[in-house]
C-alpha cells in the first residue's frame, strides 16, 4: 500500500519561492526513486525533477534546472521540492510520484502518486 500526500503549495509573485513536501507511506523492501511531475491547465503532465533512493542522483528539467531543488529525507519518508525564482509559466498542479526499483525510473514506472497540490504563480 503506498500513499503519497503534498503539501506547501499557494500563490506566489513572479521571483517568490514555494517549498514543496511529500510525505510518503511506501510498505516495500525496494529501492524506489521520488518524483515530481506538474500540470498545466490544457497540457500534457510533464517531468520537473526526480531524486534516487539514496538521494545521491538527480535529475531536472531544463525548465526548472538552477531554480528548483529536489531533497529527500528516508527517516520522515518526505520529498521535498524547494522552488526559487518561480515564473508565470510554472503555474500548475504539482503531483508527487513513486517508483519502484533502482535508479533510473522510466516515466511508465511511476505508479504511485499523490492528489496534486496547486502552484500559481503571478506576474
Known amino acids: 500500500q503506498v500513499q503519497l500526500v503534498e503539501s506547501g503549495g499557494g500563490l506566489v509573485q513572479a521571483g517568490g519561492s514555494l517549498r514543496l513536501s511529500c510525505a510518503a507511506s511506501i510498505r516495500t523492501s525496494r529501492q524506489y526513486v521520488m518524483g515530481w511531475f506538474r500540470q498545466a491547465p490544457g497540457k500534457d503532465r510533464e517531468f520537473v525533477s526526480a531524486?534516487?533512493?539514496?538521494?545521491?542522483?538527480?535529475h531536472y528539467a531544463d525548465s526548472v534546472k538552477g531554480r528548483f531543488t529536489i531533497s529527500r529525507e528516508n527517516a520522515k519518508n518526505t520529498v521535498n521540492l524547494q522552488m526559487n525564482s518561480l515564473k508565470p509559466e510554472d503555474t500548475a498542479v504539482y503531483y508527487c510520484a513513486a517508483a519502484l526499483g533502482s535508479w533510473p525510473r522510466p516515466f511508465q514506472d511511476y505508479t504511485y502518486w499523490g492528489q496534486g497540490t496547486q502552484v500559481t504563480v503571478s506576474s
Open positions: 531524486i534516487s533512493f539514496s538521494g545521491m542522483y538527480t
